[in-house]
């Protein structure tokens, strides 16, 4: 008798789609096969897909607090309208804007996501409520003020040992700076002296304008930069990484970083389309994320994928849709340091189940009707760390329509 078993499904097993049963005690997945199988709480998957949970691996959820707040600019103008919009924001702000994020990202099939912003402990409040997982860090910017600095990083410190590991594990802390451009040379390699064993995430090479002005501050392009101050190691996840040149996608593979590409938020922004086929062939673990919904609009894993897709087939490259399960899912769980995203025993009980839709008929491949005409919705059930969040699409740790009005509410006064 198992925790949970999910019974009947189409599964995910060695790279490949066959009939199995899951098994799952604790938060652990425990048994993958088709011999039958009972437990405690049993769902029954018959028609429908069982995949690992989405990893989202970069994202500002409290954004959905600002979705479609800012439209039609480049990164530069549209940074400078937001940061005016957040300096009105409030602790509670973030928490119901992060609530919200949990709700379209627990519907639309992902389980973890990593994030950095501001009022954090609104965001772990939020993540430990929802169910869903989260590898959180405060977004910490000196603006090359030596005081500040010592504030923002007493901020991300402090944040660490308060949260991580709190909720059964499900949230893990890191470190989160900007980015080169709005964090010094010195708060960048205080950062890297106080990280040893924490996972760091940072914005780098997002846009031209990014990649000219650390050219003129220090002579080297973003990677370069930081490479030479010895930032990059297989701890560092960067996020975006647009206008890279062949040697910047060495270093990246040589230092062992993983890289969380944002398709839609990088055309959203005018930014530009990054070289994942490229990364991948020097085997860079490249993941997928959405970015906050302001820059994107939405949160949904399955959109970012097919669009990743599409982007890489316009530059003529082509990479199985396998490729991009992996980036969605094991690549992710992988760049933060958790043994996730396969359904395999002894892996995280993270686990989607995905209905059959008119969408995916006929099903010539399962990984190209999943990934390349889902919408999010066919997605059914939702367990994370072994637990039952969502079931035949209502979820169990929250009341959505609280949710909306509270963030509706919170949008008015901002317009105001």
């Not at 409040?125 to 959180?136: D, F, N, P, T, Y």
């Not at 031209?208 to 003129?216: D, G, P, Q, R, T």
């Not at 996840?237 to 062949?246: G, K, M, R, T, Y």
């Not at 995203?341 to 686990?351: N, P």
């Amino acid at each position: 008798m198992y925790d949970l078993a999910i019974k009947g499904g189409i599964c995910l097993v060695d790279k490949e789609f066959t009939a199995a049963n899951v098994g799952v005690n604790g938060n652990k997945i425990v048994y993958v096969g088709r011999e039958d199988i009972a437990g405690e709480i049993e769902i029954y998957a018959s028609g429908c897909f069982i995949l690992p949970g989405l990893f989202n691996a970069h994202t500002h959820a409290a954004m959905t607090a600002l979705r479609g707040y800012a439209e039609n600019m480049p990164l530069k103008d549209w940074l400078e309208n937001v940061w005016r919009m957040e300096a009105n924001l409030k602790c509670k702000d973030v928490y119901w804007g992060s609530i919200l994020a949990c709700v379209e990202m627990i519907k639309t099939g992902t389980t973890c996501f990593a994030d950095m912003y501001i009022f954090m402990d609104e965001v772990a409040k939020a993540v430990g409520e929802s169910g869903i997982r989260a590898i959180l860090g405060y977004g910490m910017a000196d603006r090359g003020d030596a005081e500040r600095a010592k504030k923002e990083l007493e901020v991300g410190l402090k944040f660490i040992k308060d949260w991580d590991g709190t909720f059964e594990g499900r949230i893990r802390c890191i470190l989160t700076p900007h980015a080169p451009y709005t964090c010094s040379k010195e708060f960048l390699l205080k950062i890297k002296e106080v990280s040893p064993g924490l996972v760091k995430h940072i914005h780098v090479s997002e846009t031209k304008w990014e990649v000219e002005e650390i050219k003129k501050t220090y002579g080297l392009t973003p990677v370069r930069f930081l490479d030479s101050i010895g930032f990059l190691d297989e701890k560092t996840v960067v996020a975006h990484a647009v206008w890279l040149d062949d040697e910047e996608i060495k270093i990246l593979a040589e230092r062992k970083v993983s890289v969380a590409h944002c398709p839609a938020s990088n055309l959203k922004l005018s930014s530009g389309i990054a070289r994942v086929a490229e990364m991948l062939e020097q085997g860079v673990n490249v993941c997928i994320g959405t970015d906050g919904a302001a820059s994107n609009n939405m949160l949904n894993m399955f959109a970012e994928i097919r669009l990743a897709s599409l982007l890489q087939l316009y530059r003529q490259k082509y990479i199985s849709g396998q490729q991009y399960l992996k980036m969605a899912t094991e690549n992710g769980y992988r760049a933060y340091g958790l043994r996730g995203g396969r359904i395999e025993k002894g892996y995280l009980a993270d686990i989607i189940v995905v209905s059959k839709s008119y969408s995916h008929i006929p099903v010539y491949n399962p990984f190209h009707s999943i990934l390349f005409a889902s919408k999010g919705c066919e997605v059914k059930h939702v367990i994370v760390n072994g637990e039952l969040v969502m079931e035949d699409r209502a979820i169990l740790t929250l009341d959505e329509e609280r949710v909306l009005e509270k963030v509706e509410e919170i949008a008015e006064r901002l317009a105001s």
